[in-house]
């Protein structure tokens, strides 16, 4: 990273820390041959999901693979819930008394822009009527109620939109969370195992059992297959030949890219997690274009042409400050920002083991330090008054569809596999959602093989 006069703290090395990845109890492997109704390779926090709900609908027999050997996009501490996806979520409270472990932190959330910036989220608010506000922010209403936030170089005309609805989760106790309501709905015959799924093959045109090979070479059957796999889905799809059967739904499936990003985690004192920022929601802030054109290199977007990138490209996003325990980073309370263009993978020749190679290189890395430069820059504009004691940037990916939605997708000649991909790096936060509209599909799956 070049120097830069406006610097305070140290970037300490993030590498692949897989920091208080607090995994809960895993079963033993099944004997190989072993058959289930369903199996679920992921458990992250779309897997996890979709496994407890076909529980919750009548599987039993379910099989779940947590992958160790595979990097997760979800492989943090906090990951925004926008405030659509946690309004009316009321059955979160009830998931995390049942399962006794807590996973979601109401904060609100705040996005800070140009008119057109904020109208798009309050538009969305409006719609579905959740409870929120909006002011310039030279308002007083606005100054009062977030005293952390700078109003210097902010654009005249600038206004914000906020809620106390939003908040985040913790993807790592949100999944601890669903394995253990899936143990109970499938009155203990659903199990997560450690291993991870190398090859998927449909049962074929005559209904066989899909089968589903484990890294220790043991094959399992099931009646349908779950790839939740976040950004391994396509390329281990591709690789078991389930994207070029020439159906044109799975082609449109194969377009699913990765994306490389890059966070910034700036530790805090705890003098100033309580003091300063103890109001602080979570933000989504379109940055100035005097601020984005100062950081010290800009960079075209290569993926250019979507929405949601061009979005991305201009508008970064800000948690509050969350503890990690260490010991990566160390032990202390963050705030992460993250944003910026995206960098696409490249496609060309892809293979399931270039792609694992890359993926891995990429997550062991400190992440891309052009971007981690231009975020220090902005999290400075926004937050002048602030001590930050370190900075530490990470890799992270998503997968992204050319359509800018998430990509459910029956593939397989026995139409026995459904993959999901394409979280366009929101995911985790309507993750039960999504599992619930994924679950109906493979029950409506597991009832159309069903003898009759
Ligand atoms: C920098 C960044 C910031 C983000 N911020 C937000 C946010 O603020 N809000 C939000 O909602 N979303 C956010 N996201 C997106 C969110 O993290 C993803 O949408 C979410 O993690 C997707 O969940 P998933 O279960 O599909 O995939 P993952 O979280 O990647 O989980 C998949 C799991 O499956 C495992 N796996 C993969 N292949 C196999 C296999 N073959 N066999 C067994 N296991 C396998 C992986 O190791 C992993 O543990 C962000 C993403 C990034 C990168």
Redesign the pocket.
């Known amino acids: 990273m070049a120097p830069s006069t406006r610097r305070r703290g140290t970037r300490v090395r993030a590498g692949d820390a897989r920091e208080a990845a607090t995994r809960g109890a895993r079963d033993a492997r099944p004997p190989p041959g072993s058959s289930f109704d369903v199996i679920v390779?992921?458990?992250?926090?779309?897997?996890?999901a979709v496994a407890r709900h076909v529980c919750a609908l009548g599987a039993r027999r379910v099989l779940v693979?947590?992958?160790e050997r595979?990097?997760?996009?979800?492989?943090?501490l906090?990951?925004?819930?926008?405030p659509l996806?946690a309004e009316g979520r009321d059955e979160w409270t009830d998931m995390e008394q049942r399962s006794g472990t807590t996973f979601f932190t109401k904060r609100g959330s705040l996005a800070i822009g140009s008119e057109t910036f904020v109208e798009r989220g309050a538009s969305r608010l409006r719609a579905r009527d959740v409870a929120h506000r909006r002011a310039k922010t030279a308002d007083d209403a606005f100054g009062e109620r977030f005293t952390f936030f700078t109003r210097k170089d902010v654009p005249e005309g600038y206004e914000a939109v906020w809620d106390d609805v939003g908040g985040?989760v913790n993807?790592h106790s949100m999944r601890e969370a669903q394995n253990a309501l899936m143990r109970e709905a499938s009155e203990g015959n659903a199990m997560v195992v450690r291993?991870?799924?190398?090859r998927v093959e449909s049962g074929g045109a005559n209904g066989d059992k899909c089968t589903v090979t484990i890294d220790d070479g043991s094959a399992y059957t099931c009646d349908v297959c779950v790839?939740?796999?976040?950004?391994?889905?396509e390329p281990?799809a591709r690789e078991c030949g389930l994207i070029d059967d020439g159906d044109e739904d799975a082609t449109r499936f194969g377009e699913v890219r990765i994306a490389r990003?890059t966070?910034l985690l700036a530790e805090v004192l705890e003098s100033e997690v309580t003091g300063a920022l103890a109001g602080m929601p979570t933000i989504k802030y379109e940055v100035p274009r005097a601020i984005l054109d100062a950081a010290r290199v800009r960079r075209v977007s290569k993926g250019a042409g979507s929405d949601h990138s061009a979005n991305e490209a201009k508008s970064v996003?800000v948690?509050p400050p969350i503890y990690y325990p260490g010991p990566v980073p160390s032990a202390g309370w963050y705030v992460k920002i993250?944003g910026g263009p995206l960098d696409y993978f490249d496609k060309t020749d892809a293979s399931w083991i270039k792609t694992e190679r890359e993926l891995a290189e990429w997550m062991s890395s400190d992440g891309d330090e052009v971007v981690a430069d231009q975020l220090h820059d902005i999290l400075f504009h926004m937050f002048p008054g602030i001590n930050f004691q370190s900075l530490s940037s990470k890799a992270?990916?998503?997968a992204t569809s050319s359509d800018g939605s998430l990509q459910v997708q029956t593939l397989g000649v026995g139409r026995d596999v459904i993959a999901?991909a394409g979280?366009?790096?929101?995911?985790?936060?309507?993750?039960d959602a999504i599992g619930v509209d994924v679950a109906r599909v493979v029950i409506d799956r597991l009832a159309a093989r069903a003898p009759p």
């Open positions: 390779l992921g458990n992250g926090p779309i897997g996890s693979l947590d992958s595979l990097t997760s996009g979800s492989d943090d906090g990951r925004i819930v926008r996806d985040y993807p291993a991870t799924g190398e790839m939740a796999c976040g950004y391994y889905t281990l990003r966070v996003y948690l993250g992270c990916a998503y999901v979280c366009q790096g929101k995911g985790a936060g309507p993750a």
